[in-house]
């Protein structure tokens, strides 16, 4: 019998990392200089926010994601904290909205103005008041809208509800008190329904959320994490941190049984942490360690060997933290499926990093609009589970939440601003009351080509979502004739201007 090497097809071999020229860099950022294991850096479609190094306080830089090259040392920064900020995250339903947490034991959430931070900014919107020891870690919820989990030193992982009225939050909707130690990094799961944290006792756990309660605990002496991820819908976890003989190190985990690792690989020797990303459209994992050059990227499957090594990308300056752009912000007419923006801190330099598929068709490989649903906060918090399968219920209305609210303590604020998601993205909520309505208007049937008597509340997801993205595509569509309308008046301004000089030099 003859051998045969066995080659594996996948679509994404040739993934390549393409660094961004210096003038599309942001130059001269004043990096932190603080050496927690965490990104300091955040990025959505509009602004991008690094924790900066600064005296009396702390402090974090936004700017717009369009405003690179070299960047005014005197620029307006967020600086409200009086410790040194740790991490930042910005609100997944909401592109105005950045949470911040420090060694003074505050979280606080602010609203940055839609033209940036244009003076610095010290009066946040909300500010979480828990905590005993200094705050290192906060998470949003991915479907839940202003729900942000915070861990701290005092081994406490707090959930806290932002739509409560009050200014100054003491008191957060749940603790969790199940960690000996201080949690290292948290992660959920694609619908929110699992949190996996990894903890400085050397174990890892899946938590739910809503609830607190301990699902899965894992104690493996070979192998100590740091970071933790959750692999999307594959029901796997990944974590990354070092061997019994100090080797950099990566662990793959089934979800339901942590008792033994499905998969060990040992990488080096080197000492820095290693940041796990995942991209759940592609399948494709990034491996990023803390001052190195390189980035590693594999191929994830549900079968074995699960993990497949593509290539890595190699550089000689050497990365702080990173930050990633969701999505909905990558340029997918040069087919870029992930994007990193790298800390330099050695240049005080945050380089953004592409990764491309080379196609010889311009069409995009993954989705930039997700289809993410943002849960009524109260509905979650009020310990009810809203299924994402297709074909299950929704409820139509909330009348017996919003009437319960006083004996659990929430916030009855459902229309407040903190509602306004970026532009396009409409709340659950919202779209549901309009589609109730017996009577549509006749413009918005008619451009969904439907009948006003037939316009129906929806009576299962699928049918919600259907709606949804009809109402999508037709606010798509009027920003494409807004557009339209707004370069044609540019058009006739610039021509008018043309006369008026022609007029004044005869």
């Excluded at 729900?147 to 939050?169: K, R």
């Excluded at 008191?171 to 699992?194: A, K, Q, Y």
């Excluded at 942590?258 to 998969?263: F, S």
């Excluded at 595509?473 to 008026?500: A, F, G």
Aim: glycine share 6%; charged share 25%.
């Amino acid at each position: 019998m003859t051998w045969r090497p066995q080659y594996r097809s996948s679509k994404f071999r040739h993934v390549f990392g393409k660094a961004a020229t210096k003038e599309n860099c942001y130059d001269g950022v004043p990096i932190t200089r603080s050496v927690h294991d965490n990104h300091f850096c955040a990025v959505n479609p509009r602004f991008i926010a690094v924790i900066t190094e600064c005296a009396g306080g702390g402090a974090f830089l936004v700017l717009s994601v369009h405003h690179t090259g070299k960047v005014d040392p005197l620029h307006p920064k967020v600086s409200g904290h009086r410790g040194n900020v740790l991490d930042i995250k910005w609100n997944p339903f909401n592109d105005f909205c950045i949470a911040s947490c420090s060694e003074d034991s505050t979280v606080k959430v602010w609203d940055i103005p839609p033209h940036g931070v244009l003076k610095n900014l010290t009066v946040p919107w909300k500010e979480l008041q828990g905590h005993s020891r200094r705050v290192g870690l906060i998470e949003w919820h991915p479907t839940a809208n202003n729900v942000l989990f915070s861990t701290g030193y005092d081994y406490q992982v707090m959930i806290w509800n932002l739509d409560s009225p009050e200014a100054v939050i003491k008191n957060p909707v749940r603790t969790i008190s199940h960690h000996t130690d201080v949690v290292l990094s948290m992660s959920f799961n694609t619908d929110g329904s699992r949190l996996a944290t990894s903890c400085k006792d050397k174990k890892i756990r899946v938590l739910e959320p809503r609830t607190g309660n301990l699902l899965q605990e894992a104690n493996c002496k070979n192998h100590k994490a740091s970071k933790v991820l959750f692999l999307g819908n594959l029901k796997m976890l990944l974590s990354t941190g070092s061997s019994r003989w100090n080797h950099r190190q990566m662990a793959l985990w089934d979800q339901e049984d942590l008792d033994v690792p499905l998969l060990q690989e040992d990488l080096d020797g080197s000492s820095g942490v290693l940041f796990p990303f995942y991209d759940p459209d592609t399948h494709m994992l990034y491996i990023a360690g803390k001052g190195d050059g390189n980035i590693r990227y594999y191929e994830i499957s549900s079968e074995k060997p699960y993990m497949h090594f593509l290539t890595e990308y190699r550089s000689h300056t050497p990365q702080k933290g990173m930050g990633i752009m969701p999505k909905r912000g990558l340029d997918v007419s040069s087919c870029e499926v992930f994007r990193f923006y790298k800390l330099v801190t050695i240049k005080a330099l945050i380089e953004p990093l592409s990764m491309i598929v080379p196609r010889r068709v311009r069409t995009p490989d993954t989705p930039t609009q997700g289809t993410r649903t943002s849960r009524i906060t109260i509905y979650w918090t009020l310990e009810h589970n809203v299924s994402l399968k297709p074909g299950s219920r929704v409820p139509d209305s909330y009348p017996e939440l919003s009437s319960g609210l006083g004996s659990k303590g929430l916030g009855n604020s459902l229309g407040s601003r903190r509602s306004q998601s970026r532009p396009g993205q409409l709340q659950l909520a919202y779209i549901q009351d309009q589609l109730g309505n017996k009577e549509c208007r006749s413009k918005t049937s008619v451009s969904n080509g439907q009948d006003p008597t037939l316009c129906s509340p929806p009576k299962t997801e699928n049918e919600l979502r259907l709606k949804f993205h009809k109402q999508q595509e037709e606010i798509r569509r009027l920003r494409e004739m807004l557009n339209q309308r707004d370069v044609r008046i540019k058009q006739l301004e610039l021509e008018i201007n043309n006369v008026r000089n022609s007029q004044d030099s005869h």
